[in-house]
Nanobody
Framework: QVQLGESGGGLVQTGGSLRLSCAAS????????MGWFRQSPGKEREFVAA????????VYADSVKGRFTISRDNAKNTVYLQMNSLKPEDTAVYYC?????????????????WGQGTQVTVSS
């Protein structure tokens, strides 16, 4: 069983940056693909980015390409989401998730473990 805990959310102005972290405990972190998802009020949760267990395969949602960067440090059991050029539409609760299959899917159903989420608010 993998436990996940996000941190790094907060309030930032349009154009600003934030770096989210997700620390994992339990299980074997290095074999899990990791993903970031987000959910805005009144909307369904959506995929943001994912990285395979070795970090070789990375995929982004079109809405964040060129602005967000996902990375992982298996020695620290942590995955990061660097968010630059933030926009008001990036406002959401951001969740990290672990996919034991290791591939890094865009589909929520592929992820077995989820964190509690961290709020990101981008003011205009």
């Amino acid at each position: 069983q993998v436990q996940l805990g996000e941190s790094g959310g907060g309030l930032v102005q349009t154009g600003g940056s934030l770096r989210l972290s997700c620390a994992a405990s339990g299980g074997t972190f290095s074999f899990n693909a990791m993903g970031w998802f987000r959910q805005s009020p009144g909307k369904e949760r959506e995929f943001v980015a994912a990285v395979s267990w070795r970090g070789r395969n990375i995929v982004y949602a079109d809405s964040v390409k060129g602005r967000f960067t996902i990375s992982r440090d298996n020695a620290k059991n942590t995955v990061y989401l660097q968010m630059n050029s933030l926009k008001p539409e990036d406002t959401a609760v951001y969740y990290c998730a672990a996919d034991p299959r290791g591939l890094g899917s865009q589909k929520e159903a592929e992820y077995d473990y989820w964190g509690q989420g961290t709020q990101v608010t981008v003011s205009s």
